[in-house]
């Protein structure tokens, strides 16, 4: 039995999308920038392509910017924005909790004259409004706050953060990976000047990815290239990625409610059974404005690495923000910046759903959780 | 991170030798650090200067749990000088090799050996 519970790393591809995109390879396989018929037919699916994605977020589709994933969005609209307002200001506004391609865009910028405040959170992953008011100045050319974290689910509130940057003149970028198709965007009533979205993160294939950014942003491209579609992302399209990227924004927004309702379910499901089964566990992040799909828990006294093994021997794929699986020995920085102790990041276990698991998907792997629990259990010095 | 742990690791990660407390150990040490998520407890049983017996308890991950359930096993029977020169390399040898990420781990178990071994000296006045 293979219980697959980390879909906040990747998911897997709809049949629905695969068969969408198959003729792109071999059919329509023309890119937009030719002047024959293939390459019209292709240029004809991009920009349905684009309306399939745009329209659900109230975004004018041919602000649609197609890269290869979020992480390039993130970069692209950081670095983007931040050189060409530099003579306007050289503040940004960001969270210490967001995915590390902002993180990171934002550390290269202050090694390049930038200035970047990263905004606290609470035990439960929040920002404070309050805090981001006062860090705003004159300089601050940009705020960017994730939608949803992936690691604790926590649901930012994107609206209110809008409406505090409304007629600033700041530019609000929003990385959407982990709620595009699962949660309501509107960009237009939240303000949002760019999003990045994902495709992997809703059974679209992986390697694609776009970039909203409002008509009229003024922004520079990262790399310089033949342009095709945009000035701000050349080179030629990924045709069949970006028609199964389509496909799949459609089938998650057609579908996103009735999703909604039915993985909350399991959330809940495997939260009330977690909290049953292992009382010496705790829910990390919230447990009201929590993303449905997202369950992260922390056991006492032992270490993730080794309870994501045994899960894997028992075939429940899921994920840990212990020290052990990281490069740098340290703990998950989104957890050490709720402030838990070193020992309860390690001890973190996370499990993120899908539309494809099912209640005995949900009951095995707490079955399983508590057998590698005691198991490891077994082998510590704490008891 | 997907770790290529050899099935070495993997087994004495599933059945771990050797877990638990010595009662009346004649040697004890804990060494490691709750901040890296990694700390282990070796106990020795020794007489006529031969390890009878030896235990672990780890927090820690599959590496380092695999590491102390080799490092247990090999000792039992071997004199006190023998073990005290097995090195870090040694143990990742006897378990197929371990990612290199994972090298602190052996150093680890060898480190709370070599501690162990350090205040059974201390405590029989015998010299180094």
């Known amino acids: 039995m293979i219980v697959y519970l980390d879909n906040c790393r990747t998911t897997k591809l709809d049949e629905r999308v695969f068969k969408e995109m198959k003729s792109y390879f071999t059919e329509i396989y023309g890119v937009p920038s030719g002047i024959y018929t293939l390459s019209e037919k292709a240029n004809d699916a991009v920009e349905k392509a684009q309306m399939k994605i745009g329209i659900p977020i109230n975004a004018n589709p041919q602000d649609i910017i197609f890269t290869s994933g979020a992480t390039e969005s993130n970069n692209i609209a950081i670095?983007?924005?931040?050189?060409?307002?530099?003579?306007?200001?050289?503040?940004?506004?960001t969270t210490k909790i967001e995915h590390p391609s902002v993180i990171n865009s934002c550390k290269y910028l202050e090694n390049n004259g930038f200035k970047i405040d990263y905004l606290d959170v609470d035990k439960d992953g929040f920002i404070d409004i309050e805090e981001l008011k006062n860090k705003i100045s004159k300089k601050t050319i940009l705020v960017s706050v994730q939608h949803v974290n992936d690691m604790i689910g926590t649901i930012q509130p994107i609206e209110k953060i809008g409406k505090i940057l409304k007629n600033k003149n700041i530019y609000f970028h929003v990385d959407a990976a982990s709620s595009f198709g699962k949660l309501p965007i509107n960009v237009k009533k939240m303000n949002i000047d760019l999003l990045s979205i994902s495709s992997h993160m809703i059974h679209g294939p992986k390697g694609i990815g776009a970039l909203y950014v409002k008509q009229g942003t003024k922004i520079e491209p990262l790399m310089h290239g033949f342009e095709s579609l945009s000035n701000l992302r050349p080179g030629d399209?990924?045709?069949?990625?970006?028609?199964?990227?389509?496909?799949?924004?459609?089938?998650?927004?057609?579908?996103?409610?009735?999703?909604?309702?039915?993985?909350?379910k399991?959330?809940?499901?495997?939260?009330?059974?977690?909290e049953k089964e292992i009382p010496n566990s705790f829910l990390i992040g919230p447990r009201k404005n929590r993303s449905p799909y997202n369950i992260t828990v922390s056991l006492k006294n032992v270490e993730g690495e080794a309870i994501a093994l045994q899960l894997d021997m028992q075939g429940v794929a899921a994920s840990t923000g212990s020290a052990c699986v990281s490069k740098t020995l340290e703990a998950n920085y989104v957890l050490l910046a709720l402030g838990l102790k070193h020992e309860q990041a390690h001890g973190s276990i996370r499990f993120c759903l899908s539309k494809y698991n099912t209640i005995k998907d949900i009951d095995y792997a707490v079955k399983a959780l508590k057998k590698a629990y005691n198991n490891i259990l077994k082998i510590s010095m704490f008891k | 991170m997907a770790m290529k742990y050899t099935e070495i690791v993997l087994e004495n990660f599933r059945n771990p030798r050797n877990i638990g407390k010595i009662k009346n150990a004649d040697a004890k040490a804990t060494e490691g650090n709750i901040r890296c998520g990694d700390m282990m407890t070796i106990y020795l049983k020794i007489k006529d200067n031969i390890i009878k017996d030896a235990k672990f308890e780890s927090y820690g991950?599959?590496?380092?749990?695999?590491?102390?359930?080799?490092?247990?096993?090999?000792?039992?029977?071997?004199?006190?000088?023998?073990?005290?020169?097995?090195?870090?390399?040694?143990?990742?040898k006897k378990l197929g090799g371990l990612p290199p990420l994972k090298f602190h781990c052996s150093n680890l178990a060898i480190e709370t050996l070599h501690s162990a071994i350090k205040k059974w000296k201390e405590k029989n006045k015998i010299k180094f």
């Open chain 1, 266 to 274: 399991l959330r809940d499901r495997l939260i009330d059974s977690i």
């Open chain 1, 79 to 93: 670095k983007g924005i931040a050189f060409a307002n530099k003579k306007r200001g050289n503040h940004i506004i």
């Open chain 1, 237 to 264: 399209e990924n045709v069949p990625g970006i028609i199964g990227f389509a496909k799949a924004a459609e089938i998650a927004y057609n579908e996103m409610e009735k999703n909604k309702k039915y993985v909350t």
């Open chain 2, 61 to 92: 991950c599959a590496a380092s749990i695999a590491t102390a359930s080799i490092l247990t096993t090999i000792i039992k029977g071997k004199t006190v000088e023998q073990a005290e020169k097995l090195t870090w390399r040694d143990i990742i």
